[in-house]
C-alpha cells in the first residue's frame, strides 16, 4: 500500500479498479467554475507571504478548529476589529498551529494541509509540533522561488479556468489587468463571477449606499425600482464581457416568491426609505431569484444558489473579528417549498441553468435529487462547505445518483480563497468518485468501460459543459 | 465474478455469506401485496402493446429523467391533454430513450430495466444507442408469444399474490373477472387494495362529486357525515368480498387527529357545501385517519399509509400531461407528532395493523424505527418511491433494524404499475437484505442459520403474514 | 475468524488494523461520567435479585421490542400503577423473553445481552427458547457468589469511575454511605450529577411542591426567584461535596433564553402561582439553561444537555406502568437556534464546558459537529438513546468528525441502569472507533501511530478530562 491509493476503498477488488478509474481522471486538467480566490493575486503575480500568512490565518476551517479548542484566532493572526494586538509572527503562529496538529486528525483540512505541503511544496516531513520549523523553512524557501509565484503554480496546477467571485460595485479592474495580460476576459483562464448580495439583501450592510454606488457605477437611476433592475443588468453586462459565465447567490433560505412589478416596486422602496423589516426583506430576497434568474435567461449567466448558512453565529467572533473568519453555521434548508414558484415560473426552461447547494445534507434525497431529477434546469451543485470532505462527497453520490443520476450533478467545485489547496481538492473529489464508482462496478451494476467515462464526465466534461466554459 | 453476485458486497468473506444467504431467498415465491398493476391486464390476459408502450411512456421514473435532460414527455409519448401532439412511433421512442441511456448510471431504473432485458425477455446483448433497434424488435418478437401474456408470466415470476390498488368508486368489474376465472376473490392470486383517497380528500378534483358517486354505489345518503360513514363501509365490504386484504392512504401528510362525531360533521358539511379551506381538509383528513382505523379495528383491513408526497409540483408538467407523470416530490414528514393521536387511540391494540411508509429518508433513525419499535399496532412498510432503491434499501436496513428489529419491518413492496419489473424489484430486495445480513455474520453480530431463517422471514414469511395473506 | 473480531470489518486490512488499535484501548479502565446506576446497589452491595429482575423488567430498550409485537410489559414483570397484577415469577418472564429472543436479532440490546451472559457471567450456551432455564440457573447460582455482589463486580469490570444521578431533592444518602466506605466522595469512584429537571421544568410533576421542598433542604427562601437561584447553588456546593463534577439537563428542546432577572422573575412566580402556560414554561426552562450555564461558569460543574425526548408518547404505556418504561421517542431538535443565545452569551468562555447530546442522526453533520467545532465551550456527548448503537456509533465518526475532529467529542457514556451491562456498552464503543480509525489508516488517511494515541484518548483521556474526573 502506498500513497498513491489515498482514500480508495481498501477492499482489493474495489482498490484495483478505484486505481484504474482514478487514472483516467487524474491528469484531466482543473474546470474551478466556482471559488474565492482573490485576482489580486493573479493579476500582480507577486510572491507569495510567508507561510503562515498563506497557509493558517485566512483560513478559517483550521481558526475556528483552534478556537473551538480555545486558541484563540488572535492568537493565530488573524486581524481584529477594535484595535487589540493580533499575532503577525509568521513563525509564531506555524508553531502555535503544529502544537494542535492532532485536532485535524480525520479531517479534511489535515488532507488539504499534508498534501500542499507534499505535492506542492514538496515537503516530505511528517508534520507535527517537532518538525514545525523544518517545514515552515522549506516552504518559505519556496515561497521565494519564481516557480511559486501564483500564475506558475497556476500553470503547474493544470488549470484550464478558474472563476473568482466579485461584487457589482467591484471594478474588476483586477480582471481588466488579467485581460490585458492574455489571463482574462471572455474564454480566459482567469474569470469572474457575479455576486450581488450586497445590492439584492436589504439587510446586508450599507445596502441602500450599495445601491446608490450602484448608481454611481452604471449611470442608471438606481432610486426607483426599473431603474435598479436596468443597473444590475449593466453590471451583468461588465462582468459578462470580464469573462463571467455564472451568477452566485448567497441567501439565508432557498425561499423564492414571484411579485409582480408594483409589489415588487413597493418592497424596494420601503427599504430604500428604511421602512424595511425582516418578512419585506425576505419577500425581496425570494423575490429578486425569480427577477435575476429571468436575468440569467436573457442573458445566459448560469445561476448558482447558495442557502442556509447562519452568518455571525458566534456573535463574539464577528464583534472581534468580522465576517468570514469562522463564525457561520448551517441551518436546516427546505429547496422543496422554497424554490418551488422559481421552477413553476423557469424550471422547465432549458435556457435557465440553476445550480443549487447545501449546507444540509439531509435534503440530499428528500429535496434536492427529486427536484433536479425532475426539472430540466436544475442541477446540484457539489458538497459545499462543512460538507466539502470526503465522506460527505462519498455520501452525496450514495445518496443523490439514485434519484438524478450523474449527470444532474454539476461536477466538483473547490470554493476555496486557499490557491494552493486547489489541486487537493480537486483530487480529493476525483479520488472519491474513483471508489464510488469502483463499488458500482465491483457490485456489477456498471461496467468498467461506462464507469471510465463517467469519472472523465464528472472531473471535466460536466462541469465544463454546465458552466458554460 | 459473475452477474450472479449482482448487488453484494465484493469483499470476500461477505460476498461468500451473502450469496449463501440468497441461496434461501431468491425461489421463495413473491408476495406483492402493495402496487398499482392496472387489474385489467390480468383480467383480459391480452398481448402487451410494443415495447416503448409498455416500458417507456408509462414510467415516470424514466420519463422525469429525461425530462431533467431537457426531453419532453411529448417526445417520450407520454399523452398531452391540451390536444398537443405527441410521439406514437413505439421505435421513435424506443431510439430516443436509448440515446439518453448513460443518464440512468447508477440509478435503480438502469437496473430494473436491464435485469428485465435479461431475465423476462432473454435478451443479453448489451443496451445502448447502438443495440436500440436490436433490443426493441427481440423484445417485441417475445411479446407477441402466448409465453409472454400476463398471466403466463405471473406463473413464470413465481407470484403467489399480487394487490392492485383501487378506488372505492371503482365497481371492480376486473376483479369480478378475475374471480371467475380462479384468479381472484378472497385467497386468491390477484386481489385488490382500498384506497379511499378520492373520497377522503375534500381537496381531491371533484370531491363532493365523489361522495356522491359513493351514495349511488351504495345507497346510502351520503349527504350526511353518518351515511357517508356507512358508505364507506359497504365499499370496504365490497372490496373484502373481492379479496382485499389491506387499505392504503395516500395524504400530504402524517397528521392524525381524534375528533368527536359533531366536530366531524361540521368539517364534513362544511367542505360539502363548499366553505372547507385548506385547514379544514387537512383537519378533516387527519380526522379521518383515526375513523378508517376504527374501521379497521373492525373489519381486519390492513392500513397501509403513504405520507408526504407534494403532488403536482412540477405544474408545467401537470398542466400539460397530468398526474402520475413525475412531477411529483417529496416532502418532509413528521411523524412523532403527526400519528400521536392515532396511535395514542389505537397504537397498542393488537387487532389493528398500521403499515408506514415514508419519502423522507431522515425520519428512519429518529421516528419511524423508535415507533414502530415501541408501538403493537404499527409496521414500517419498505422504503418507497425514490428510496426504492439498492442503496436506500440498505440504509434503511442499517438505519431501522437497530431500534426495530427485523420483526417490525413488513417486508419488501413494489409499488409499481409495471408489472414486469415485479421479478427484479423484489430480487434487488432480497440481495440487499443478503448483503446486510452477510455484514451482521461477517461482523460475529448473528449466527448463519439465524441470519438464514431472516431473510426468508423478510423475503416471504413477514409479508404474508402481517398483511394477512 | 473468532468472536474477538466482533464488530471489526471483515476486510482483512482494515480489520487486521482495528485489531491492533483495539488492543490499546480494550484494556483501559472504564471512564463512565454519564449513567443511571442506582447507587444503592453499590452502597448496600447486596447481591442482586433473579435475572429477570436484574435484567429484563427494568430495561425498556428490551420490554418495548416486546410490547411492540404484542407482549404485555405486566407479563415481563414491570409494575403496574393502577394495581392490576404483573407477573412476579423470575422465570415465568425469563422464558417469555426466550421465546421472543429473534425479535432482538440485529439489535444492541442483544449484543449486550449476548456479551453480558458470556463475559459476566461466564454463560456459553447459545441462548434461545431451548436454552433458556440452563441460561437462567446458570446466571441465578452466579448471582448468589460474593464475586458477582456488585463491588466485587465494579472491580472485575475495571470501572475506574461512575457517576449516578441524582436530582436536587435526593438527600445524597447513598452516596454519604459510599464516601464513608471509601467508594464515594469528591474523586471517588463513585459520584453524583446533579439533575436539576424536577425543580427547574414548571411543567414537571409537581413543580410548586418540588420547589418549596428545595425551600426545607436549603433554607433558602424559594418563594422569591432570588431565594430559587441561592437554593439551586447550595444544592450544586452539596452535590459538589458528593463528588459531582457535572450537571445533566433533560429538555424537551434545545432552546436557550436570555432573560433579565425582572423577565425571569416574572415568569418563575406566575408559575408559583399557577398562572402558567406551555409558553411560558418553555420560556423559563430556555433561560434557566442560561442561568445555569452561569452557576458553572462558577462552581465548575460540566453542563450536559439532552434534548429532544418526547417523554410518554405511549400514553397507554404511560398511564398503566408511569415514567421510564420505554414510552418516550425522539423528536427533531433545532440547536443552531436553540442554542444560539447561550452560545453568544457563554459558548466562547472556556470555563464552560457544555456537552450536547442528541436523539437526533440529523443533526449531526448539519448542526453539531459544526458548532462543536467553532466554540470553545462546547463538545459532543456520544450518541445516546436509540442511538448507542453500533451502526450509530460508526456513522456519527463518520458525520461529526470531519467538522469537530476527534477532540470535540467527549467520549463513550453508557447512560444506562444496567450495571453488568456497562464493560460491554464501552466495549462496543471501543470496537467500533477501533473499526472507524482502521479505515482511516487503510485509506492512508491517518498513520497507525497517530491512530493509536486517538483510541486511547477516545476511550480514556478525553472523557477523564472533559468531565474534570
Redesign the interface.
Known sequence: ???A???????P??RAIARELYAQAKDQPIISPHGHVDPAILADDAPFPDPAQLIICPDHYVT??L????VSPASLGVPTLDGEPYETDGRAIWRRFAEHW???????S??WLEETFREVFGVTT?FGPDTADEVYDAIAARLAEPEFRPRALFERFNIEVLATTESPLDDLGRHAKLAADGWGGPGGRVITTFRPDNVVDPEFENWAGNVAKLAEMTGEDTATYRGYLAALRKRREAFIAAGATSSDHGHLTARTLVLDESEATALFEAHLRGDGDPDKAEAFRAHMLVELARMSIEDGLVMQLHPGA?RN?????YGKHGRDV??D????T?Y??GL?PL??AY??D?RLRLVVYT????TF???L????????A?YLGAPWW??D????LRRF???V????????TAGFVDDTRAFCSIPVRHDVARRIDAGFLA??V??????LD?AA??IVDLAYRLPKGIFRL
Chains 1, 2, 3 share one sequence.
Do not use: I
Open positions: 500500500m502506498t500513497r491509493d489515498l482514500l480508495f476503498p481498501s477492499e477488488t474495489q475556528r478548529m478556537l473551538s479548542q480555545g492532532r485536532l485535524f486528525r480525520g479531517t479534511p489535515r488532507l511528517a447562519v453565529h458566534n456573535r463574539w467572533l469562522g463564525g453555521v448551517p441551518q436546516a427546505d422543496v417549498h418551488e421552477l413553476s424550471g422547465n432549458p449546507l444540509d445534507e439531509d434525497t428528500r429535496e435529487a427529486p427536484l433536479a431529477g425532475g426539472y430540466a436544475m462543512f460538507l470532505s470526503p465522506e460527505v453520490r450514495e445518496s445518483t439514485e434519484s438524478a443520476g450523474f449527470y444532474n463499488r458500482l465491483a457490485e456489477h451494476r456498471l461496467p461506462e467515462e463517467t
